[in-house]
């Protein structure tokens, strides 16, 4: 304090400007961007106004704020963006906080009413949010299915008519001009759906320029599928959850996508470090493979509220009441291949419902930080884990940040003020203790939140301090491209 008041007389003394006072200051951390692939300790200062936050400063040398955060032995990294998180509520927004996220995005399954989405969350949420125009609820909505999160009737069964198909791809368009992030599909959702009428979606998509994030029909017969489709049309592909579409075929897939980018396709994937999915019992992509299965393919199946793997009775009853059950069909070689992989952006896929939901909702990002960059480093230096792959830290944290941001920034310029720490950039940091950082959310108590997340701040506003979830903050904003 004694030094700082000296050199603010000596400057006044000698008619230079004094040093600026910051509005907060993160100090001694390990700086990680991987924008420009800096490493190394850095103090940044952050300026905070009415409109959001900025980075100001990042530097060596000494600096001031009216707040300030201590980082030394701490990560600072630009905030977590994820964008395939289904659950989009205040209870979730303070989940995916205390994991390091600062967007989130419903880009899947989205939304049939674009303008009413943004409404329900304009006076703010503790973290960014966005959503997709979806192709499935646009075809819910236009053959009027009566499902409430996915279709279970005609919107996944019934063949849509040319009238029909119209409608759809004018709502798809509508949904556009309404700053949709960009168009969401589920294709096992939709088993009705005729080629045709995903030409028609994806002819939108490509005369605007806009990715479709797609679930794709499992396996290499899937993605071909939706490889010709943009294809055919140029339309921007984003195929989601690798790991759980490929399954035994991910290696193939991902080869796959990466000779479509060599050809200069505008294809890209994501991953989640789980071997196990999650999804509505009575969604086709469920009831088409299971409703006929026998007991030893229904023991795929748990139902996550009491742990119990299905037979034919408990699917039928379960059937009956509906609701999300956890499907283990992937394995941990499979899924550390696909969250290793140059090509893959990490994302959720969170799913939350009614108190019940996915694990990953809570612990992605801490569960790639901790088992696939500081555990799997580890392991190879002592006795190698079976079939486990490693991450660099920079690369984690690219998948985390920049990739998500660069995926989406041509439809949505603000995202080049995301996912980097330089200065100018949105003030979304998240800053983590490398050493600790895990999650703990299992099947059973899939709400406990990760450990070693220690402060993160949207908008310069600390969300989570300490570890700790700050109550009673909004600072987040609307994800949205151009009207």
């Given at each position: ?7 603010l ?61 201590d ?15 289904h ?16 967007t989130?995005?419903e ?14 969350r ?7 949010y966005?959503?997709?125009?979806g192709?499935i ?5 236009v ?9 279970v ?12 198909i ?15 992030v960009?168009i ?13 009428e995903?030409?028609?979606?994806f ?16 396996g290499?017969?899937?993605l071909?599928?939706?490889?010709s ?15 759980s ?13 990466r ?13 989640y ?10 969604s086709?992509?469920?009831?088409d493979?299971y409703k006929?299965?026998?007991d ?53 896929d ?9 694990p ?26 079976h ?10 944290i ?11 920034e041509r ?12 200065v ?15 999650d ?17 701040i ?26």
């Amino acid at each position: 304090m004694m030094t700082s008041i000296i050199s603010l007389v000596l400057a006044l003394q000698l008619g230079t400007p004094a040093p600026p006072v910051y509005d907060r200051v993160i100090l001694g951390g390990r700086v990680v961007d991987p924008s420009s692939n800096l490493d190394a300790v850095r103090n940044i200062g952050l300026s905070v106004g009415p409109t959001g936050g900025r980075i100001a400063v990042i530097t060596t040398a000494a600096i001031r704020g009216r707040d300030t955060i201590d980082a030394r032995g701490l990560v600072v990294a630009p905030g977590f963006i994820d964008i395939h998180a289904h659950g989009q509520t205040a209870e979730t927004y303070r989940f995916y906080s205390l994991d390091g996220v600062t967007t989130a995005l419903e880009l899947e399954l989205g939304a049939s009413d674009v303008a009413a989405w943004y409404r329900e969350r304009e006076a703010g949420e503790r973290i960014n949010y966005g959503v997709s125009i979806g192709h499935i609820k646009v075809r819910m909505a236009v053959m009027r299915d009566a499902g409430t999160r996915m279709p279970v009737g005609d919107g996944a069964y019934r063949p849509a008519s040319p009238e029909q198909i119209n409608e759809i791809a004018q709502g798809i368009e509508r949904g556009l001009r309404e700053g949709a992030v960009d168009i969401g599909a589920g294709f096992p959702y939709t088993p009705a759906a005729t080629r045709d009428e995903l030409l028609a979606v994806f002819r939108v998509a490509a005369r605007t320029k806009t990715p479709i994030h797609a679930h794709i029909i499992p396996g290499v017969v899937g993605l071909k599928a939706a490889l010709s489709l943009a294809g055919e049309t140029g339309a921007p592909l984003h195929v989601v959850h690798i790991n759980s579409a490929g399954l035994a075929e991910t290696p193939v897939m991902l080869d796959m996508i990466r000779d479509a980018r060599a050809q200069g396709r505008d294809v890209t994937t994501e991953a989640y470090p789980y071997d196990a999915g999650m999804t509505e019992i009575q969604s086709a992509t469920i009831q088409d493979v299971y409703k006929n299965a026998p007991d030893e393919r229904l023991a795929e199946l748990e139902w996550p509220r009491t742990g119990e793997r299905l037979n034919r009775e408990s699917f039928e009853r379960y059937t009956r009441s509906g609701g999300p059950l956890v499907i283990h069909t992937n394995t941990e070689q499979m899924v550390a291949l696909a969250i290793t992989s140059p090509l893959t952006i990490i994302a959720s896929d969170a799913y939350w419902q009614d108190g019940t939901g996915h694990p990953r909702t809570t612990g992605t990002f801490a569960r790639v930080l901790g088992r696939y960059v500081r555990d799997a480093v580890g392991a190879q230096h002592a006795a190698p884990l079976h079939n486990m792959h490693s991450l660099s830290l920079m690369d984690a944290i690219r998948k985390m940040t920049l990739m998500p941001a660069q995926r989406l920034e041509r439809r949505v310029p603000a995202m080049k003020q995301k996912g980097r720490l330089r200065v100018g950039a949105d003030a979304d940091i998240t800053i983590f203790d490398a050493g600790v950082v895990m999650d703990r959310s299992t099947y059973r108590e899939p709400s406990l939140s990760p450990v070693g997340i220690q402060h993160v701040i949207v908008n310069g506003v600390s969300v989570v301090a300490n570890g700790q979830a700050v109550e009673a903050v909004a600072p987040g904003k609307a994800i949205r491209a151009p009207q």
